[in-house]
């Protein structure tokens, strides 16, 4: 089974500028890929190459086994852009029938009624676009995306317009469709949704993955915190397969041992020190 | 194919949800009252100065306002085709509205192929009632119809079809606003290329008889358009045949069977560099 996304060496150049200087990333199915990087660091550029609808300068980008931007590639996969409208005049359940036509599906209404209850828009699916709200808009793109059974769902920033509940809502979304054996790619600012759903993490800063892991590999261990009846004692260099050594010889002393936190790095620290002070 | 008849499906639906759709719509039900009442003055003044109108008299009249009702048939199906088209690749593109569409296995050539069809259905049935609702009128108030019926009316839609090509291939490059203004600068230099050509052959000047059929080569919808206008008095004989020619919107120039290939083939050139374009283009 060919991996969902393989990108090696992906270059792209706009003019003078190398947006992308070599990108190597691998996406297995039913695994969810959270993209991080400040503005400009490339990540909707990489995208947007796995959706054929940037050409890469160099390298080589394929979609479920097939080169990106081919007409095989592109039904394999479902894509939410960061900036997108859909007409104003469609209803949710046309525009889902809309690209149920453009993909063929032949899932038909039970399809739409099904994509809709799993972004909570089922009550608003004879609304149309225009008296949504953007966030309603922002679910109801999540929903065109998985049109059709894509094996790879590419999202660019699919929570910036929601709020915590609607944000919930959609992570709920994520680890359905994963469980289902999709692939996904999250791009998305917000280190802390992508350190709740994503299995895997790629820090990317000008046009190169710079760090890439589970969100447990990256956080940088930082000690383990004791509390003890003399108060807390930190251990700085101690991991977690020292904390049954270190409890043994604290009790072993008779000292009581009330609690033990072994401490990492959050996702936020290893970001910052991924991309230095990079912004845009 | 389907894809194709998807694309255009949605096309159609926008082109008639758009209010520049309702807008010449509005435009032409008063177009077509003016005209309606300026055939009836023009008729009626005849008849109320020599108490009959005679056959002559009827074809003058008759032709040149069907001529002025077909430059305002062209002008507002011009405007139909560009503001349908003017911004279907990088106006929708900067809008959002493209990328959804295009990342579908579809194909960006499809997409094109769909856009062209929809819009030129429009704007083609579009110019061709108006004419024909012209034609009607022309007949009931002053009891004259153009020597070919319908010919006139099909120029006019095949020269909306290359507008609509020449659009599309605008709006692969060019951002909505200016291409519109593109289209419309195009639009401008076919009717000011004709023009030169009618004055040079009403001065008999060589040269700007040169330059009009030039200009209508190189935008062959003024060259449908100047046939269609022909083709309005086209078994006439006579002095009304005469001053029919030399009116601005009256006799012309038949530009030969020549000019229906040579259409074909620009348009079809034109989509083929638009859909080149597309293809090269990062959205």
């Known amino acids: ?280 | 194919m389907s894809g194709v008849a998807t694309v255009m499906g949605y096309a159609l639906r926008e082109s008639l949800r758009r209010r520049v759709f309702v807008i010449v719509l509005i435009l032409t039900v008063c177009f077509l009252a003016l005209y309606a009442l300026a055939a009836r003055e023009a008729f009626s003044e005849v008849t109320e100065f020599r108490g009959v109108v005679d056959e002559q008299e009827r074809i003058l009249f008759g032709a040149t306002l069907l001529g002025l009702a077909m430059f305002g048939t062209l002008f507002l199906g011009a405007v139909l085709a560009v503001f349908l088209t003017l911004g279907v690749v990088r106006g929708d593109a900067e809008r959002g509205l493209l990328q959804p569409l295009v990342v579908r296995p579809i194909g960006r050539v499809q997409l094109l192929v769909g856009r062209f069809l929809a819009a030129g259905a429009v704007c083609a049935l579009y110019v061709f009632a108006v004419y024909l609702a012209a034609v009607a009128i022309t007949d009931a108030i002053g009891g004259w119809s153009p020597d070919r019926l319908l010919l006139p009316g099909v120029s006019l839609a095949g020269g909306m079809l290359f507008l609509v090509a020449v659009s599309l291939l605008g709006s692969v490059f060019l951002s909505a606003t200016a291409n519109g203004i593109a289209i419309f600068m195009v639009f401008g230099a076919g009717l000011v290329g004709g023009l030169l050509g009618q004055l040079g052959e009403g001065l008999q000047s060589p040269t700007l008889e040169d330059i009009g059929r030039n200009v209508s080569w190189a935008l062959p919808f003024e060259a449908l358009y100047q046939s269609g206008l022909s083709a309005l008095t086209e078994d006439t004989v006579g002095f009304a045949k005469i001053v029919v020619n030399l009116g601005p919107f009256g006799g012309a120039r038949d530009m030969g069977a020549g000019i229906w290939p040579w259409t074909a083939a620009y348009t079809a050139l034109v989509g083929v560099l638009a859909a080149v374009g597309f293809a090269r283009r990062d959205l």
């Open chain 1, 1 to 280: 089974m060919p991996p969902a996304l393989l990108a090696q060496r992906i270059e792209k150049r706009y003019g003078r500028t190398l947006a992308l200087r070599g990108v190597d990333l691998e996406v297995a199915e039913g695994e969810l890929v959270g993209l991080l990087g400040p503005n400009g660091a490339g990540k909707s550029t990489l995208v947007k190459i796995a959706c054929g609808l940037v050409r890469a300068s160099g390298g080589r980008a394929d979609v479920c086994g097939s080169p990106a931007g081919s007409a095989a590639a592109r039904a394999s996969l479902g894509y939410l852009a960061e900036l997108f409208r859909f007409p104003g005049w469609y209803s949710a359940d046309e525009l889902l029938e809309l690209h149920q036509r453009l993909t063929r599906s032949t899932g038909g209404a039970a399809e739409r009624l099904e994509l809709l209850r799993l972004v909570g828009l089922d009550a608003a699916r004879h609304t149309r676009v225009e008296a949504m709200s953007k966030g309603m808009q922002q679910r109801l793109g999540i929903a065109q995306a998985l049109v059709g059974g894509p094996r790879l769902l590419l999202l660019d920033e699919p929570t910036s317009a929601l709020d915590p509940v609607g944000r919930r809502l959609v992570r709920s979304v994520l680890e359905g469709v994963r469980n289902r054996g999709v692939a996904v790619v999250l791009n998305s600012h917000l280190l802390g949704e992508v350190e709740l759903v994503c299995d895997r993490v790629a820090i990317m800063r000008d046009g190169l993955i710079v760090a890439d892991g589970t969100p447990a590999e990256l956080a940088r261990p930082r000690g383990v915190e004791i509390d003890t009846d003399a108060g807390t004692e930190l251990v700085p260099a101690a991991r977690r397969d020292d904390v049954p050594r270190l409890v043994a010889e604290l009790v072993g002393r008779g000292t009581p041992v009330y609690g033990v936190r072994v401490l990492a790095g959050t996702l936020e620290e290893v970001y910052l020190e991924a991309v230095g002070e990079a912004t845009s």
